[in-house]
């Protein structure tokens, strides 16, 4: 009869970097060390180090692992439609794991998927006939607001349905009549009512940046 150890699965680099974005993804990034990984792994820590070389590399590899689940922006589409469809699957993987936001591009030894993301969405701009320069602009923009929302997103204490209204309303009903009427306008006629969800405005803000970015091509 094998004992438990004997019927873990072998810990390998793909083992520990599965078992460490579930601990980030739980817990949060902070409580991410190697002595909480080798717990959960059900191993020693020394032994994570002949695998991979330190926290550093793990986290370079954790911030690898999500890039390679956002879609690249695919060839045969036109470059508004594919960097949309890209836009769309960046935020689904960063709301998917909310810790990763602050680290996806403060790493200094990016991995092959990274790499190949970013090469990527480049080619695809470049393609669509922005030049080196504008591809340049495009790409910041169209990131600064992808992570930013993703990460006002991930601090919200509430983004729709009834815990949506729930906390608009207790916010609003403790102030004075009439000090704060646009606010309180904004709460009950929109946030407040059925089937809000914060989570549909970005698709309007990344319309509007696709297509103000659409009369800068070729300049």
Known sequence: MKSAEQSRPRLNAARIITAAIDVADRVGIEQLTIRRLATDLGAKPMSIYHHIAGKEAILDAMVDRVFSEIDQPPNHLDWRSAIRLRSLSAREALTRHRWAVPLMESRTSPGPETLRHHDSVIGCLRRG??????????YALIDSYIYGFAL???????????????LAETIIEPLPTGDYPHLTELAVEHVMKPGYDFGSEFEFGLDLILNSLSPLIDQ
Not at 129 to 138: D, V
Request: glycine share 12%; aromatic share 4%.
């Open 129 to 138: 006939g922005f030049s080196i320069e504008m591809t340049a602009h495009a």
């Open 152 to 166: 006002q997103e991930a601090n919200l204490p509430a983004t729709g349905g009834d815990e949506m209204a729930d």
